[in-house]
């Protein structure tokens, strides 16, 4: 196995807003995600590195959730000098958010199960798929 030139140097959770919904009645079936993601990266113009942001949105379009909650994780990633421009823009694209978002299942499963509800625990998503003109993940 060899190391990857792409390095993440740095993550940090940047914001988080969790509200109940004391109206929510919970039914015997299981929740219907209403998961938005979305990707921002800024390149420093000089370093091979760049912070990207990946933000998540859940039940945001729904009044019948448990919760709304909106969670913003950053990373500051680098790579080799060298590395073509087409590796580098996959990995800001797909890898970074991916590993972003290894990040913010966790949490939302701790957070619902500190908030008294059954833990919820995220599905894995394809950044594959990413619709590239406005950083949204399907």
């Given at each position: 196995m060899q190391k990857s030139v792409f390095q993440v140097i740095s993550q940090r959770l940047k914001k988080v807003d969790f509200k109940l919904n004391p109206e929510y009645v919970f039914k015997d079936e299981k929740v219907q995600f209403d998961i938005d993601l979305?990707?921002?990266?800024?390149?420093?113009?000089?370093?091979p590195m760049a912070e990207v942001s990946l933000t998540l949105s859940l039940f945001q379009k729904?009044?019948?959730?448990?919760?709304?909650?909106?969670?913003?994780?950053q990373g500051l990633f680098t790579w080799e000098k060298g590395t073509p421009a087409d590796h580098i823009e996959k990995y800001l694209s797909c890898n970074a958010p991916a590993l972003l978002y290894s990040y913010i299942r966790p949490l939302i499963t701790s957070l619902t199960t500190m908030s008294n509800l059954p833990p919820l625990t995220l599905p894995f998503m394809n950044f594959q798929s990413e619709d590239k003109k406005n950083g949204k993940h399907k």
């Open positions: 979305k990707t921002d990266t800024n390149r420093h113009a000089e370093k729904t009044n019948d959730a448990p919760f709304v909650c909106d969670v913003v994780y």
